[in-house]
């Protein structure tokens, strides 16, 4: 799997948008871009995944460049509950792969 | 639709005594997967299970680890002997097949004293 790059911590104010950036320079045409939270020592969270197109859910929208060598995932209005470590990682599409996780970004939401 | 379910969700073992942590997938998930995060570090990757089948134990330590997934019952991570140095929070997620997104548990907290 292909490696990711992130920046280890950002801060937000509560109410902004969340832009958490991940670069994914090698990535493969078969590697989807997975995205997970880790709040305070709790069990990771799935928030959501993609593989060339944008995508949202009811959590956020992740954006994968045209060259798909980097992506961002928005939180629209960050809230205080959304402190937490985000993992963006890589994953192929083909056979049955676990999942790797990185040192993710700590990302604080401030008052 | 019950989530992944972990228990204990607290273990406390002394030194040398054996600890085995369960893990239920959620319903339809034939894909489990076993993680370690030691107090304040990431998630390490420690072995990925279908059914019956260890898929990839690469994350595994050689020695006194060893998982199994049944075909009736819960995943079992089992630690013999263990360590101080295996405190940690074990966490298990599941899939329907490999290649779907994961869910996780709460994880077990073991502690050795």
Known sequence: ?111 | NAGVMQNPRHLVRRRGQEARLRCSPMKGHSHVYWYRQLPEEGLKFMVYLQKENIIDESGMPKERFSAEFPKEGPSILRIQQVVRGDSAAYFCASSPTGRNEAFFGQGTRLTVV
């Not at chain 1, 990535?27 to 060339?52: A, D, F, M």
């Not at chain 1, 949202?56 to 460049?65: H, Q, R």
């Not at chain 1, 992506?71 to 999942?99: F, Q």
């Open chain 1, 1 to 111: 799997d292909a490696k990711t790059t992130q920046p280890t911590s950002m801060d937000c104010a509560e109410g902004r948008a969340a832009n958490l950036p991940c670069n994914h320079s090698t990535i493969s045409g078969n590697e989807y871009v997975y995205w997970y939270r880790q709040i305070h020592s709790q069990g990771p969270q799935y928030i959501i995944h993609g593989l060339k197109n944008n995508e949202t859910n009811e959590m956020a929208s992740l954006i994968i460049t045209e060259d798909r060598k980097s992506s961002t995932l928005i939180l629209p209005h960050a809230t205080l509950r959304d402190t937490a470590v985000y993992y963006c990682i890589v994953r192929s599409s083909t056979g049955a792969n676990n999942l790797f996780f990185g040192t993710g970004t700590r990302l604080t939401v401030i008052p």
